[in-house]
């Protein structure tokens, strides 16, 4: 007899078809563009063996018991795993497939670009050529800062937080220094040239501050109007990590009352952000439409990833890449 599995999106094509292709599967997807509606997710769910999630789709308690009895995997398309409730989980043994590891280029390459394009007022430029604002070449026009010589701050120097620091490490050059914050010592910090550092020596000491850390109850708003009246007045704030890691009301707050150089975020609260925000009101915040892992090759390595989670837990063998 075949295993369900509800597919929550449509994946690239290479993932999509081998999940086509598993003469043991029946599929059953949910096909439209948008994410689906929870009513619907509730009632598709109903009587399936594995499930292969997206991180628009909540996996909690309500979820799990709509599934019923014959859930024996659950499989997310992201590294991050906040939408789920582990626990809920962990009492089921059920066991929770992610993807780590492919998609760190990617995000560790759009940390850089949002440091740069915050640094050197890319959404500002951008907005003047279109406007016509741009006149004749002016000396005192535009200026943004650039990071050579600069302290770089990483919180949470993980697979993308090193990657990171990787990256912006020729930016800042020799007299440059790169400083990081985790809950844990990183032994291969000492090889990249990364110094661990508390949590309000990064604040105090950054120019640019990195959040790459997971999403937790720790972590949830972490990032608030006391943390950023400890940080540098004209410091580079950029998460491409997890929206709620920052509280966007005090980020409002904060940018009005003249804090920060600039601030780049790929990731927001809500997502989507409504056009009207308060947030996009202030030229100095560059914000992109969670694009960190939005390459077709790593999308295509995501979804192999999953979809190997999924057939391997539906199958009860053990998962490539489960959540430990
Ligand atoms: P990872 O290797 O597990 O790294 C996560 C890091 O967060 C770890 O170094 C961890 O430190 C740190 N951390 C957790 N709680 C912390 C706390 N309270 N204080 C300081 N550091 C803390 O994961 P990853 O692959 O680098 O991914 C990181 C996150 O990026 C994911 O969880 C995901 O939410 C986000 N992400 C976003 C995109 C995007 O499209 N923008 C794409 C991929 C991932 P310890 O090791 O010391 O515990």
Not at 289 to 311: D, F, Q, Y
Request: aromatic content about 4%; charged content about 25%.
């Amino acid at each position: 007899m075949s295993s369900k599995v509800l597919l929550t999106r449509t994946i690239p094509s290479e993932p999509q078809k081998f999940l086509e292709s598993a003469k043991d599967i029946e599929l059953i997807q949910w096909k439209e563009k948008s994410v689906i509606p929870r009513e619907k997710l509730l009632e598709m769910v109903k009587g399936v063996d594995g499930i292969l999630c997206m991180l628009t789709d909540k996996i909690d308690s309500e979820l799990l018991d709509a599934a019923g009895p014959n859930l024996k995997v659950v499989s997310t398309l992201s590294v991050g795993y906040d939408h789920v409730d582990l626990n809920e989980l962990r009492k089921r043994s059920i066991p929770l497939g992610y993807t780590p590891g492919v998609l760190t280029d990617a995000t560790a390459e759009i940390t850089v670009m949002l440091v740069l394009a915050a640094a050197r007022r890319m959404r500002e430029g951008i907005r003047a050529v279109e406007n016509g604002e741009w006149g004749k070449w002016n000396p005192t026009w535009m200026l943004g800062t650039q990071l050579t010589n600069k302290t770089v701050g990483i919180f949470g120097l993980g697979r993308i937080g090193s990657a990171t620091a990787l990256r912006l490490k020729p930016f800042i050059g020799n007299e440059g220094k790169i400083i990081y914050c985790s809950r844990t010592e990183k032994p291969e910090a000492a090889s990249i040239g990364v110094i661990k550092v508390d949590f309000d020596v990064l604040l105090r000491d950054s120019d640019v501050i990195c959040i790459c850390s997971a999403m937790n109850e720790e972590t949830n708003e972490m990032f608030n109007y006391e943390v950023f009246k400890k940080m540098k007045k004209n410091v580079i704030l950029v998460n491409t990590a997890r929206g709620n890691i920052i509280r966007q009301k005090d980020l409002c707050r904060a940018l009005s009352e003249g804090m920060f150089g600039s601030v780049g975020l790929d990731v927001c609260t809500p997502e989507p952000l409504d056009p009207n925000d308060p947030l996009l009101k202030f030229n100095k915040v560059t914000v992109i439409p969670h694009l960190g892992s939005a390459t077709l090759e790593t999308r295509t390595l995501m979804g192999n990833i999953a979809v190997k989670n999924v057939l391997t837990g539906v199958r009860g063998e053990p998962l490539p890449h489960s959540v430990k």
